[in-house]
């Protein structure tokens, strides 16, 4: 059923999805420069509600530019945003510090390294979104934070610093910091090209499984064979354009553009 608001208070596992496959979010001509480096020409996006969609392609194609801009951390030179309910920011006009606002608080990212502040306690690291940006009473979002991380297996953590904890681990609080924050929308920057080999798993298995119930995501990741595995829709950017996109069993086995070809040649 539709989750509400009452029931995602009482649930912070459930993801806030609705029975169908609404838009969610809606990015369109969305371009991008750094000084004379044109990093985003044009880029359009569609999200669905409950959908994984990945980006792949070589370094310095733009993936990291496009979640950022999603986020509100980077404001593209032109180009429109708009997720379900929220209003359509324009940047090529001047967009309100209001209408940014609202767009940020739509998504939260899940970075390369954790950035998980050193002084607080794996606890405090979670609930500081919640309490201090969203003002969500202590205790519940104590209690949330909990259950957080009871189901990303670090419960017993919750008191401890992150530099006691291995890389998978701090990443692992890292999603929960997220996941505390309620958003519509997770975005996920490499989450494990920072990590030991060794740990990757523990933090891909976290991802799949909320892939799994349901939550809304862009996945930005050369971790092939996961993205494979999550991805409902892959998107193969290279020289700040999407080059192609489609189906991963389409992307990865039969890739009707030459680039991608290449790419995945070099990667797998
Ligand atoms: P990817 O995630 O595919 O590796 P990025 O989006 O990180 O690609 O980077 C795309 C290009 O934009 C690169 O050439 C990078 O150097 C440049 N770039 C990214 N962020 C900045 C920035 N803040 N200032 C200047 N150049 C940047």
């Known amino acids: ?13 459930a993801p806030a999805t609705t029975p169908d496959d609404a838009v969610l979010l ?20 569609e999200v669905r509600r409950g959908e994984v969609v990945v980006l792949i392609g070589p370094s ?16 593209p030179d032109r180009g429109t945003l708009s997720f ?9 006009t001047r967009v309100s510090k209001q209408g940014r606002v609202a767009m940020r608080d739509r998504s939260a990212m899940v970075f390369q390294q954790h950035n998980l502040f050193p002084h607080m306690t794996v606890l405090e690291n979670v609930i ?13 979002a104590v209690a949330e934070a909990e259950a957080l991380l009871e189901r990303v297996g ?11 904890l291995s890389g998978g681990q701090q990443q692992r609080v890292g999603i929960v910091r997220a996941l505390a924050l309620k958003p519509d929308l997770l975005l996920f920057d490499e989450p494990t090209s920072a990590l030991d080999p060794e740990l990757v798993g523990e933090v891909l298995k976290v991802i799949k499984e909320l892939a799994d119930e349901g939550w809304t995501m862009v996945v930005v990741t050369h971790e092939l064979g996961f993205a494979r595995q999550v991805a409902d829709e892959v998107l193969f950017m290279d020289g700040g354009v999407v080059v192609e996109r489609g189906a991963p069993k389409d992307i990865f086995t039969k890739p009707a553009e030459e680039r991608t070809r290449r790419f995945l040649d070099r990667i797998l």
Do not use: M, W
């Not at 059923?1 to 596992?13: E, I, K, Q, T």
């Not at 310095?60 to 404001?75: A, D, F």
């Not at 379900?84 to 090529?92: I, N």
């Not at 500081?128 to 519940?140: F, H, L, S, Y």
């Open 1 to 13: 059923g539709r989750a509400d608001a009452a029931g995602r208070a009482s649930d912070p596992l």
């Open 26 to 45: 809606t990015a369109r001509g969305i371009r991008k420069s750094f000084g004379d480096n044109e990093v985003l020409r044009s880029i359009d996006l």
């Open 60 to 75: 310095g194609s733009g993936k990291t530019t496009v979640l950022r801009s999603l986020n509100g951390l980077e404001t």
């Open 84 to 92: 379900a309910g929220g209003p359509d920011l324009d940047f090529s």
């Open 128 to 140: 500081e979104g919640p309490v201090r940006v969203q003002r969500v009473p202590r205790a519940r």
């Open 154 to 164: 670090l419960a017993e953590k919750r008191d401890e610093y992150p530099f006691s």
